[in-house]
């Protein structure tokens, strides 16, 4: 069964840290390109950070390029987002998905909650 479940949300503090984990089973996470994304309470879906199939390249939305860090363990099958120095217009509901930032995804996790606070 393919599956993705993410973990490692909470309540920090502006300028906080938090690391996503994104666990990735019944597929090869390397053979796909992923996709961070979140929804704030009443906004769309916005793509965080994406890593291309190859794992070679990684994006940025501007909104968090310099702060965020994805990656990707293709042993463990696992992706990871470092979020650092937090503001509180991060907080949102984290996902992962397969598939590219441009694309509706064909898999995603359940979401993780994050919530900066001031």
């Known amino acids: 069964q393919e599956q993705l479940v993410e973990s490692g949300g909470g309540s920090v503090q502006v300028g906080g840290s938090l690391r996503l984990s994104c666990a990735a089973s019944g597929f090869p996470v390397r053979d796909y390109a992923m996709t961070w994304v979140r929804q704030a309470p009443g906004k769309e879906v916005e793509w965080v950070a994406e890593?291309?199939?190859?794992?070679?390249?990684?994006y940025y939305a501007t909104s968090v390029k310099g702060r965020f860090t994805a990656s990707r363990n293709n042993a463990k099958n696992l992706l990871t987002l470092q979020m650092d120095n937090l503001k509180p217009e991060d907080t949102a509901i984290y996902y992962c998905k397969r598939g590219s930032r441009d694309s509706r995804g064909t898999l995603w996790g359940q979401g993780t909650q994050v919530t900066v606070s001031s």
């Open positions: 890593i291309n199939g190859g794992g070679a390249k990684i």
